[in-house]
């Protein structure tokens, strides 16, 4: 038998096989008359306290609230929440609390998933609450009847195998699950709590914690098991560290927690020295970092102790008392608590050695039932546990934690972060298993391994670690193929993977390195040579433009030359750096270029030919002729039946674009608004993926329905590639299934030329209309862009109607709105051929206008989350905000859609109550953050000097969109919206907007998603 390093487990001197409010009672009896409860001056004794209790939890049992029995909580932090909490236990209940403050699609999820008897909540918070089916109490309209109830403390059938709270926790896809924790797990960590700190009827613990988080757990109930006093910091008040420090004075607390990122706010305000009451700070939620803890022990002079646990075992499960150690490298999260023990184990459930890395696995006392109403996912994460001796069936599971922990060479465990195969590159979060999944479906490939590597002048790219599939292949073939292999695998990746995705470096291994235990070993795969990557023979520089461009490449690559064929983004380039070579070619060659000079031809060859075409104007291309010349549509798609039949009820709809930001909407709405199956184009390595990641992007804002999921049915193909991807039969297949389309699909990408993204966005939006004109003829609702209109043609005009030709493309060096105005340029031809279409051109889309769901990545979000980063916002007088919420978007295409009468329309989906976008500006500045406004120029700089020292501003992966000089004073038309207005007279929907209950629901998102921090 495995021999443990250490003891997994250590026994407590308690016994936890009571309920948490029969210890509380127990203490009730020892010190009536001592003040259990402070909330601002209001205090209540532990004899009114249980008082208050009984006469709640006895009307609470006259409706039915028993063990088992689910009770949703939904108050401000207040005396009345404690009051709460303590009578639904008291009533043998379970309570599942609701944050008022969380959004209404969050709150109605939540109560439907949980389906709570009763629901306590308050008048204030009534009127916020969405539609259930709980029985309502509210304290000031049930008061009367709740305070004729018995003091005496009520009788019920609970036990310590009950469910004491159901708290809810998001998931790795955004739907909520809730943990269902039991009255002798909590129990187990109260009293060991006690039994490590000794609290006395002297301390005070300051309850700040939100309490849908299990924190608060502790903080109301360890207090008022002990006889010690319970403060209750005031609503919102755990954002604000100088309330906190004031309250800590005035109440003079002796024990808190903080998350390590809140500590670290809070160890920045000053007459810290008045906090001198303070005994222990407790951290736990994040992993708490060496400079936190050392600025900690410089600034205060208590014990501080890092605990680390998730909700699914109550609470904490190990525990680390810090030390003011300077030369410490790491802070453990310590050894198990009581009655707990700790399993570190590799990928086949086996224990590791000290030293190595394996997922933490919890088991004992404070371990979870499960998730409510998620057996498949309780099943995954709640695992048998081989090695339990006994037959305590508590005890008989291990909890999964997907947390990556080492054991230290002392018996600690060491926190070495998550599992999950994600990484965050430029801004974008990109899952490695993908990438390498896709990488595997090449024939040529027989195993890959794609990793994070710095290359040479310190960005963060992607490295993919090739074993090549000779199949037998002699040395010789071999060799040849291994060379003409990543150009022929970057092309390959190109046109199924967003550009983020693919990476920036390949190496070719005989073999993959491995550890003894035959896994991939990362930590020895090789540095990447990043010049390896180049699909071109050397070729000196002959010119002297093309010596200039070559110098400037290889200093800004930090490789040592680079010769006139070699494509600078294969050689490890990005967009911030396409900014800075820009730049310094401007300067050293003293003439005007273009981003899009690089992106359409990224070799030395190709930029030095463009700098020759503009010393000579001649040879400047007429960029007008060129995109007319690309509308070629296929003269095999057009009606060509006598009549197209309308159908009113579609039983078969075929939509692209569904896992983007409006896609998803789209999706949902469908759901709603038709009783159809929904096709989806979606990229994936399998039908069961595809359905997988469709599921994961509803999730992601709250829409999955399981109810209505069966009706999504994936296909799997590529948007840029013919017939999808898909074989003829396949195709054909499709285009005499479908009966409308929605082509939503698109690469939205305002950096990159249009050659890049016309494989998508043109050549894609071809396959659609192929599609519509196969088998059956089918309608097609394209979703455009305002940004067709992007040409100084349109400047001279007051309004751009809907109805309005479509006669210049964009003049404004945008690829995604030239490949936009060439795709809606071919829908119109095929709408001149008798096919059924209609056209939506949305503005800037935003977050949902009631939930605050926003897509963080947009321009939108990064462009407010830049500004505070950066503290500064452009003066943009008289240029126009033009956002648009995304649930009235994706509510009237899919409304207007079902209009036959919309049939050959233009609708633009704006808002038709603009604001100045400097208005908008200003009610960010009214958030708290110190932001100053500057002139553009000024602010240009001010982003691109921070983003050469660091790539953390959000704004970083979208600096080529900020020119250098931005039209700052010219004329900007409005577009006019009377088709929409029109579609949607006889319907609710109307177009919220731009105010400040818009923004500060965004705000409120943006905060709570971890997006944004509070200011300071």
């Not at 000097?945 to 704004?955: D, F, G, H, P, R």
Request: glycine content about 6%.
């Amino acid at each position: 038998a495995f021999q443990w390093p250490y003891s997994t487990n250590a026994r407590g001197n308690f016994s936890y096989d009571k309920c948490i409010h029969q210890l509380f009672e127990e203490q009730v009896e020892q010190t009536p008359d001592a003040i259990a409860v402070v909330f601002e001056d209001e205090k209540l004794s532990y004899r009114e306290l249980n008082s208050r209790a009984n006469q709640l939890a006895h009307y609470l049992q006259s409706l039915g609230v028993k063990p088992e029995v689910l009770v949703g909580i939904c108050v401000e932090r207040s005396i009345e929440m404690v009051v709460g909490l303590l009578a639904i236990l008291k009533a043998g209940g379970a309570y599942v609390p609701i944050d008022p403050g969380y959004p209404p699609q969050r709150l109605a999820y939540m109560l439907a998933d949980s389906e709570v008897l009763v629901l306590l909540t308050t008048l204030a918070q009534m009127k916020l609450m969405p539609e259930h089916q709980a029985q309502l109490v509210c304290w000031e309209q049930d008061g009367e009847a709740i305070s004729s109830q018995s003091l005496e403390n009520p009788l019920s059938a609970v036990n310590h195998q009950n469910l004491a709270y159901v708290i809810y926790t998001s998931g790795s896809t955004g739907k909520p699950k809730g943990a269902m924790n039991t009255h002798g797990g909590i129990c187990n960590r109260l009293l060991w709590m006690q039994d490590a700190f000794s609290l006395t009827s002297s301390d005070k613990i300051l309850q700040k914690t939100p309490f849908s988080f299990d924190v608060s757990v502790w903080e109301f109930f360890w207090p008022l098991l002990v006889g010690a006093t319970l403060v209750v910091a005031k609503p919102e008040g755990h954002k604000d560290s100088g309330y906190l420090r004031d309250l800590i004075a005035q109440e003079q607390i002796t024990t808190l927690h903080f998350v390590p990122s809140m500590l670290k706010v809070f160890l920045q305000e000053d007459k810290l020295e008045d906090c001198s009451s303070l005994k222990r700070v407790i951290c736990s939620g994040e992993a708490l970092s060496v400079q936190v803890q050392e600025k900690f022990f410089e600034k205060l002079g208590c014990e501080l102790h890092n605990l680390y646990g998730p909700t699914e075992a109550a609470i904490d499960v190990t525990w680390w008392p810090c030390v003011p150690d300077k030369q410490q490298k790491i802070i453990p999260i310590g050894r198990p608590i009581a009655n707990t023990q700790m399993y570190i184990l590799d990928q086949h459930q086996q224990p590791v050695p000290i030293g190595v890395a394996g997922e933490l696995h919890i088991a004992g006392a404070g371990l979870a039932r499960g998730y409510l109403k998620r057996e498949e996912l309780t099943q995954q994460k709640f695992i048998p546990n081989p090695f339990d001796q006994s037959q305590d069936t508590e005890q008989s599971k291990l909890y999964k934690t997907g947390d990556l922990a080492r054991y230290l060479p002392d018996g600690n465990i060491e926190f070495l972060g998550r599992i999950d195969h994600q990484v965050k590159m430029r801004g974008f979060r990109i899952e490695l298993g993908e990438i390498e999944s896709t990488i595997e479906e090449h024939p040529g490939i027989e195993e890959t391994v794609v990793t994070l590597r710095e290359n040479q002048v310190g960005l963060q790219q992607l490295v993919a670690y090739i074993v090549p599939n000779h199949q037998g292949s002699g040395q010789v073939k071999a060799a040849q193929q291994e060379k003409q292999l990543i150009p022929q695998l970057k092309e390959y990746l190109e046109s199924r993977l967003p550009e983020y995705m693919v990476p920036s470096g390949f190496m070719v291994l005989p073999q993959m390195p491995l550890t003894p235990n035959g896994k991939v070993n990362r930590k020895a795969l090789p540095a990447p040579d990043w010049t390896s990557s180049v699909s071109t023979e050397y070729v000196a520089p002959e010119t002297e433009t093309q010596k200039v461009l070559a110098d400037i490449w290889a200093e800004m690559l930090g490789i040592e030359k680079v010769g006139i064929h070699d494509k600078f983004f294969e050689l490890g380039g990005n967009s911030l750096l396409a900014i800075q070579v820009i730049s310094r070619v401007q300067a050293a060659c003293s003439i005007e270029l273009k981003l899009r000079d690089l992106f359409e031809s990224p070799t030395v060859a190709g930029v030095a030919q463009a700098i020759e075409k503009r010393h000579d104007s001649t040879q400047v291309t007429n960029q007008v002729r060129d995109l007319r010349a690309e509308v070629i549509l296929d003269s095999k798609i057009q009606n060509q039946s006598v009549a197209f039949e309308y159908i009113t009820e579609p039983k078969n709809i075929f939509l692209t674009g569904a896992t983007g930001f409006l896609g998803v909407y789209l999706l949902s709405e469908l759901l709603e608004q038709t009783q159809g199956d929904i096709y989806c184009l979606v990229r994936a390595t399998s039908s069961e993926q595809g359905k997988q990641r469709l599921q994961r992007a509803l999730e992601s804002y709250s829409l999955w329905n399981e109810t209505k999921s069966s009706r999504i049915i994936p296909v799997i193909g590529e948007l840029s590639a013919p017939l999808f991807g898909l074989d003829e039969p396949q195709f054909n297949h499709l285009a005499s299934q479908v009966d409308v389309i929605y082509h939503n699909g698109a690469w939205v990408n305002f950096v990159y030329s249009y050659s890049i993204l016309k494989p998508a966005n043109v050549l894609g939006t071809h396959e659609v209309l192929r599609l519509a004109s196969q088998a059956k003829i089918k309608p097609v609702h394209f979703i455009s862009t305002i940004s067709v209109f992007f040409s100084s043609a349109y400047s001279d005009k007051e309004v751009i109607f809907e109805s309005d030709s479509l006669d210049y493309s964009p003049d404004n060096d945008d690829g995604y709105s030239e490949s936009k105005w060439v795709a809606e340029k071919l829908v119109m031809e095929a709408r001149d051929r008798n096919l059924p279409v209609c056209i939506y051109r949305p503005g800037r889309i935003t977050g949902h206008s009631q939930t605050g769901f926003c897509n963080t990545e947009d321009l939108f979000s990064r462009m407010v989350k830049g500004c505070i980063q950066l503290g500064a916002v452009p003066n943009l007088e008289g240029v126009f905000s033009d956002i648009v919420p995304v649930d009235y978007v994706s509510k009237a295409i899919v409304n207007i859609s079902q209009q036959k009468e919309s049939l050959g329309k233009a609708f633009h989906m704006v808002n038709p109550n603009d604001i100045y976008v400097n208005e908008a500006f200003n009610m960010l500045c009214s958030w708290g953050y110190p932001i100053e406004k500057m002139d553009y120029e000024k602010w240009r700089t001010k982003l691109i000097c921070q983003a050469e020292n660091s790539n953390k501003n959000a704004l970083y992966p979208l600096l080529p969109l900020f020119s250098e000089e931005f039209p700052v004073n010219a004329k900007m038309p409005r577009y006019d919206c009377k088709h929409t207005i029109h579609g949607l007279a006889d319907t609710d929907i109307v177009c919220p907007s731009i105010d400040s209950k818009l923004l500060n629901t965004y705000y409120s998102y943006f905060q709570s998603s971890g997006f944004l921090n509070a200011p300071q």
